[in-house]
């Protein structure tokens, strides 16, 4: 495939991101996959899925994990809730993205993304080294799948999602840069904090927002690709820098605006198509 095919963020059953008939109207090549309910993740499903996407020529590049009780209703809400930093829930997610992970192999997907959540600041704390561990299970786990793992940025500044990064010793570890959660959550500008992770980024997500006036404290706002904050023609120009060559995944929220989204994410591929030629000439 060649440089830097276009791609969204996608679902088969009930999900985030568009479904399969949409991402083949708008004639992309490769999806981010958010990871079907469990009732789907058996061999039989993976063969029709496979089949599915192969009749619409579509590749899937990253399979995300996404779990019941999670919530991005505000940024206090995320810190409680999202990915394998809650205590309460961690053995049991940990469990299920080990399934999504088996699920993604019958697929023939060798990445599997997750929001770990907050990653605790603080390096001496018992959380942090919790979060370790587990990030390290998780990453041994995929090893013997032959799988990677991908954190997506924008819970915690570059410096210390790097620090992380290396903290764990895992060689299969690395990042899906998503440049609009660094503004939504207030944790740096995006393009710094491309450059500062880049030899970690193996897959990415093309999303625009405006920064909150309390970065931090509230949410900024999600808005159409090339109308927030992020300056797309950069972002495209800085990926270039880091040598990296993958899949532009659009990821556009939306879905209780279904028409609204696929318009959105049309007018999208339409803005990356014409940045690529001027990215790397």
């Not at 491309?194 to 999303?207: A, W």
């Amino acid at each position: 495939m060649s440089k830097w095919p276009l791609g969204v963020f996608a679902s088969i059953d009930a999900g985030l991101g568009v479904n399969l008939d949409v991402a083949h109207e708008l004639q992309v090549p490769t999806i981010h996959l958010h990871a079907p309910q469990k009732s789907s993740r058996t061999p039989e499903r993976a063969e029709e899925f496979l089949k599915q996407l192969a009749d619409r020529g579509i590749e899937i590049s990253c399979v995300f994990a996404g779990f019941e009780g999670e919530s991005y209703a505000d940024i206090p809400t995320v810190t409680a809730t999202v990915g394998l930093v809650p205590a309460d829930t961690r053995t049991a997610r940990v469990s299920e993205l080990k399934e999504i992970a088996d699920f993604a192999k019958l697929l023939g997907v060798t990445a599997v993304g997750l929001h770990v959540g907050f990653v605790p600041h603080d390096t001496t704390s018992a959380m942090y080294q919790e979060v370790l561990a587990v990030t390290r299970d998780v990453c041994k786990y995929l090893k013997a799948n032959d799988q990677n793992l991908h954190l997506e940025t924008g819970q915690e500044p570059a410096e210390t999602l790097l620090a992380f990064l290396k903290d764990t010793g895992c060689d299969n570890l690395f990042i899906n840069f998503d440049p609009a959660n660094m503004i939504l959550y207030g944790c740096g500008e995006p393009l710094p904090a491309l450059e500062i992770l880049g030899d970690y980024v193996r897959s990415i997500h093309c999303k625009d927002g405006t920064w909150s006036d309390k970065p931090g404290e509230t949410w900024g706002c999600e808005v159409p690709l090339g109308q927030g904050d992020v300056n797309m023609a950069a972002y495209l120009q800085t990926l270039d820098k880091i040598g990296y060559t993958g899949p532009l995944t659009i990821e556009r929220e939306i879905p209780q605006e279904p028409e609204r989204q696929k318009a959105e994410i049309g007018q999208a591929l339409q803005l990356l198509n014409d940045l690529k030629q001027g990215a790397t000439a």
